[in-house]
């Protein structure tokens, strides 16, 4: 074999191992340490498994009666690491500084905080102490640290030691091309192209390491997840390559086999519409009728109420419909549903009605639908929405997989494994007795529908224009409608749990990472009450009231986000005075 060709053969052996050197710690022990500090002069201790660099980021509020300045001095066991100097009192001030390693104790750390500079201020702050970026702390572990990280462990062993090392990774490199190219498919003209394959990987890591202040640090699995993925994928490429004819006839079956589902799916929900299936009607959410729904049923049409006839009797007076998604239909007994609680709150005789037309799952847009499709025909007095702050900002929109039904399918019930919650289909919701106190879903899955909802009090009030405006946009024509037929109008406003519960308001604090104070839990309400306002649409807003009585009563079923029984009456007791007004201005 020529020189060229030796040296070629051993480049890959070379590649592997030098950078499978230069990028793995397999023994790196991730910190991330929570802080939340307030005062004038505080400190948290915390423990560190070694000696290395830090970054403290961080979020910090300065308050005080008067406007004279003032900074916050940060330091670690008495060396200084920041001081920060906040743009203006009340404002929250975000930072990141690396806390340098002569300042680290191996065992336990003090970091501290102190005003100077004002006597009567006081800081709020939320801290995070971590020692890196990223990116998975959990199989197969990668990190991205400092490059300051790196030299840092460079100096704990001497160069005879690295010498050593480097040797074991590179007859590692070794025996892992040599082992892979023996696996590997040899092409037509006889090279093996596994001796590369496993390489390129590990080129693309230690690339990023050293075009950015930023280094990767690869655990031992994760290195060897590295070299497999994209040799895997050469040799996929190639095994099709040489199978051409199988590979044709397993594509061909598996396509027919999908599209026979798909059509089967399609004809399906064409003939009984099931609501995991992307449909532009509210119908998509509509109960089946005669489900069960805890000790009643739904009635013709689906809906949680009695029957009711679309002319009116002649014992009935006057009709309240009422339009809401998951709130109106409800998650407790028809009996303590808030709007049952209304109709028998007006008149104990029966001689008005409130017509519940909640359809569960449902947004703005199809409240509309709602009342120029079965709403009108009642004849109603007074018609009035529940606008729920949670997620009636939403608008519903059709998602690339919801093209498919097998996707849309697949993703139902990935959805549903990792939930851990029961599923209404089609209005189908619940047996047996009620359990006011039961959670509605697993920890998790609750958390993670709390995190989602928290984007509408964490951003700007310009984030929330829009949607407040597109929302208002479909309340106003309900309302012209109503008034075309005689009707008065009225806008619910129904608070999210958020809202009225301190220690979720600290939770979303926490996982966002900023001060409690810093976030604005009344930012929805105001941004849709000033969209409605600018309709001249008259508004009933909840949220005063259940903040006043969730102080001493619980208003939530746990884990669920709709109301408990308590709720419910709370929400029907504060609705009577202002439409028994409405109904007898009329």
């Not at 996707?407 to 619940?430: D, K, M, Y």
């Not at 406003?493 to 958020?498: K, Q, S, V």
């Amino acid at each position: 074999m020529s020189l060229p060709s030796r040296v070629a053969a051993s480049l890959p052996v070379i590649i592997v191992g030098c950078s499978a050197f230069l990028l793995t710690h397999e023994s790196f022990q991730p910190v991330a340490e929570r802080i939340h500090v307030e005062g004038r002069e505080a400190s948290v201790a915390f423990a560190l498994p070694a000696r290395e660099p830090l970054f403290l980021e961080f979020e910090l509020i300065l308050s005080a009666p008067g406007e004279r300045r003032a900074t916050v001095a940060v330091s670690l066991n008495g060396t200084s690491v920041s001081e920060v100097r906040p743009a203006a009192f009340h404002r929250t001030e975000f930072g990141k500084v690396e806390i340098p390693v002569s300042a680290v104790r191996e065992g336990e750390n003090r970091l501290a905080f102190a005003v100077h500079g004002a006597e009567d201020a006081s800081f709020d702050v939320n801290a995070r102490v971590n020692n890196y970026y990223g990116i998975a702390p959990d199989f197969p572990r990668v990190f991205v640290v400092g490059d300051a990280a790196v030299w840092h462990r460079l100096d704990q062993r001497s160069a005879a030691v690295w010498g050593f090392r480097l040797a074991l990774f590179l007859l590692g490199g070794w025996l892992v091309v040599e082992g892979l190219s023996r696996l590997s498919r040899r092409t037509t003209s006889g090279g093996q192209p596994g001796r590369w394959t496993g390489s390129l990987g590990l080129l693309a890591v230690l690339a990023y390491s050293l075009a950015t202040p930023l280094h990767v640090w690869l655990s031992l699995e994760a290195l060897a997840v590295v070299i497999a993925v994209p040799w895997m994928l050469g040799e996929g490429v190639r095994w099709l390559g040489a199978h051409r004819g199988i590979a044709w006839r397993v594509a061909l079956t598996t396509a027919a086999t999908l599209l026979l589902l798909e059509g089967s799916l399609r004809l399906v929900n064409a003939v009984s519409p099931i609501f995991i299936f992307y449909s532009d009607s509210f119908g998509r959410y509509r109960g089946q009728p005669g489900a069960l729904h805890f000790d009643s049923v739904l009635n013709s049409r689906g809906f949680n109420d009695v029957e009711r006839a679309t002319a009116r009797p002649a014992h009935v007076r006057q009709r309240v419909v009422a339009i809401g998604d998951s709130f109106a239909f409800g998650v407790v007994p028809r009996r303590d549903n808030y709007l049952a609680l209304l109709e028998r709150a007006l008149a104990a005789d029966g001689s008005v009605e409130v017509i519940n037309l909640g359809v569960a799952g449902t947004e703005p847009r199809d409240y509309l639908a709602i009342l120029v499709e079965e709403g009108l025909a009642y004849g109603p007095d007074v018609v009035v929405v529940g606008f729920y702050i949670g997620n009636d900002f939403e608008a519903r929109a059709r998602k690339p997989y919801e093209h498919s039904h097998v996707a849309t399918l697949g993703n139902f019930l990935w959805t549903l494994g990792r939930s851990g919650r029961s599923v209404i289909v089609n209005g189908e919701p619940t047996s047996g007795a009620y359990d006011d106190g039961a959670p509605g879903m697993e920890e998790e899955a609750f958390r993670r529908i709390l995190m989602g909802r928290a984007a509408i009090y964490v951003g700007d009030d310009g984030a929330l224009a829009g949607p407040a405006a597109r929302a208002a946009g479909y309340l106003r024509e309900m309302r012209d409608l109503a008034a075309g037929a005689g009707a008065g109008f009225l806008v619910v406003l129904l608070p999210d749990e958020t809202q009225v519960d301190d220690a979720l308001q600290r939770d979303v604090a926490r996982a966002w990472g900023v001060a409690r104070e810093a976030i604005d839990f009344d930012r929805p309400t105001r941004a849709i009450t000033e969209a409605l306002g600018r309709e001249g649409i008259q508004t009933l807003d909840l949220l005063p009231a259940f903040r006043r009585e969730a102080a001493r009563t619980r208003l939530y079923k746990p884990r669920d986000t709709h109301w408990n029984v308590a709720g419910n009456r709370l929400a029907a007791e504060t609705m009577t005075p202002m439409i028994r007004e409405m109904l007898e201005r009329r």
